[in-house]
């Protein structure tokens, strides 16, 4: 496995833009995936393959990634999009991000 | 609709080992491979591993290597976690996840998760 690495903490304004990275040497030959958590909950994939969005997750949420970093970018956050979200990647071995907690107020 | 129901709480003494389930619904077991994530209370989320139901194949994360056995029962759509040599810092929340588009990641149905206490 290798290291993703988060930003702790992120925080935002309603409406304003989130942008969360991801950070790991590996990154520009491997596919980054997104998972949000909420308080209590299981995880839910909002990105995988780096930019692609599953259904019924809102068009609000997007992914880049290029070179070592990897972003998820939230544009026009909601009140309800504030959780922890974790960066994944594979090499055969999964890695989890250390989470980054987007506070939204 | 897909739905994976893991088994309840457990409650286990210092160098026991738990075995966790995972009963699916809703799709063609042997079809998925299955991801097992661990959560310790108040921190991140942790790969284990995961497994090829139709092979029985595994991978595991060296954290857990030697330790860790998954496992699955075709004819009840099952697949199982068992942890060793089980120590407080084992006590989490264990989550079994169907893998998505790739065989390498989890994909978009989860189980409930699994809380294990590790308490003498």
């Known amino acids: 496995s290798y290291e993703l690495t988060q930003p702790p903490s992120v925080s935002v304004s309603p409406g304003q833009t989130a942008r969360i990275t991801c950070s790991g040497d590996?990154?520009?030959?491997?596919?980054v995936y997104w998972y949000q958590q909420k308080s209590g909950q299981a995880p839910v994939r909002v990105i995988y393959?780096?930019?692609k969005r599953p259904s019924g997750i809102p068009e609000r949420f997007s992914g880049s990634s290029s070179g070592t970093k990897a972003t998820l970018t939230i544009s026009g956050a909601q009140v309800e999009d504030e959780a922890d979200y974790y960066c994944y990647s594979t090499d055969n071995i999964g890695s989890f991000g250390g989470g980054t907690k987007l506070t939204v107020l | 609709q897909v739905q994976l129901v893991q088994s309840g709480p457990e409650v286990k003494k210092p160098g026991a080992s738990v075995k966790v389930s995972c009963k699916t619904s809703g799709y063609t077991f042997i079809d998925y491979y299955m991801h097992w994530v661990r959560q310790v209370p108040g921190q991140g989320l942790e790969w284990m591993g995961w497994?090829?139901?139709?092979?029985?194949?595994?991978k595991y994360a060296q954290n857990f290597q030697g330790r860790v056995t998954m496992t699955r029962d075709t004819s009840v759509s099952t697949a199982y976690m068992e942890l060793s040599s089980l120590t407080s810092g084992d006590k989490a929340v264990y989550y079994c996840?169907?893998?998505?588009?790739?065989?390498?990641?989890?994909?978009?149905?989860w189980g409930q998760g699994s809380l294990v206490t590790v308490s003498s």
């Open positions: 497994i090829n139901p139709n092979s029985g194949g595994t």
């Open positions: 590996a990154l520009p030959k491997k596919y």
């Open positions: 996840a169907r893998a998505g588009e790739r065989r390498g990641s989890p994909g978009d149905y």
């Open positions: 393959e780096d930019s």
